[in-house]
């Protein structure tokens, strides 16, 4: 049982620690986002066309969770900059 208990509480620590791995900030207006820090991308276009002003979301590989609003929105057309030396 006390092994039982120790995954369990492993494995909620790895999600939580993924969750915010994968947190970010939006800007958004008109269909049209970018993302700090971009994790799997930095701009894209979105089904969702409100308005963001540094929004906390969390990214995934198809699109982003508004946290405050626990709005999903899917990222088409998206691209992941890179700064070159």
């Not at 947190?23 to 963001?52: I, R, V």
């Not at 405050?68 to 900059?81: A, G, M, P, R």
């Amino acid at each position: 049982m006390i092994k039982f208990i120790k995954i369990v509480i492993v494995f909620l620590l790895l999600s939580i620690s993924k969750s915010f791995s994968d947190q970010g900030q939006a800007n958004c207006y008109s269909g049209t986002c970018t993302f700090y820090p971009g994790k799997y991308y930095t701009y894209g276009e979105t089904t969702c066309l409100e308005t963001l002003e540094q929004e906390d979301v969390i990214q995934d590989e198809f699109g982003f969770t508004v946290i405050e609003t626990d709005k999903w929105c899917v990222i088409f057309n998206d691209s992941q900059l890179e700064v070159s030396n």
